[in-house]
């Protein structure tokens, strides 16, 4: 059974910092590539970071850029975001994505995690 499940979202000042965690199971983690999304409310999702296989290639959003890192461990199955700089325009609920790099279109999602940055 393939499951993502994210963890790591809290209630937190802006400035602060959260490092969310995603773990993985059911299928092989080190043949996909991860990115990490975010829905705020009444809004859109968005990409936010991706990471290659290898934990080598990683992209960010203009947005994010130089405030977040994106890391994995494949040995964990864990892909993981670190949140610096926290700002109030962060505050919304943080999915992880597997892609398969074989194929794709294989992908899988966790259920969120929320981030609420607020004073």
């Known amino acids: 059974q393939v499951q993502l499940v994210e963890s790591g979202g809290d209630l937190v000042q802006p400035g602060g910092s959260l490092r969310l965690s995603c773990a993985a199971s059911?299928?092989?983690?080190?043949?996909?590539?991860m990115y990490w999304y975010r829905q705020a409310p009444g809004k859109e999702r968005e990409w936010v970071a991706r990471?290659?296989?290898?934990?080598?290639?990683?992209n960010y959003a203009d947005s994010v850029k130089g405030r977040f890192t994106v890391s994995r461990d494949n040995a964990k199955s864990t892909v993981y975001l670190q949140m610096n700089s926290l700002k109030e325009e962060d505050t919304a609920v943080y999915y992880c994505?597997?892609?398969?790099?074989?194929?794709?279109?294989?992908?899988?999602w966790g259920q969120g995690t929320q981030v609420t940055v607020s004073s």
């Open positions: 990471i290659g296989r290898l934990g080598i290639s990683t």
């Open positions: 059911g299928f092989t983690f080190s043949n996909y590539r």
């Open positions: 994505n597997a892609v398969s790099v074989a194929t794709g279109t294989e992908n899988y």
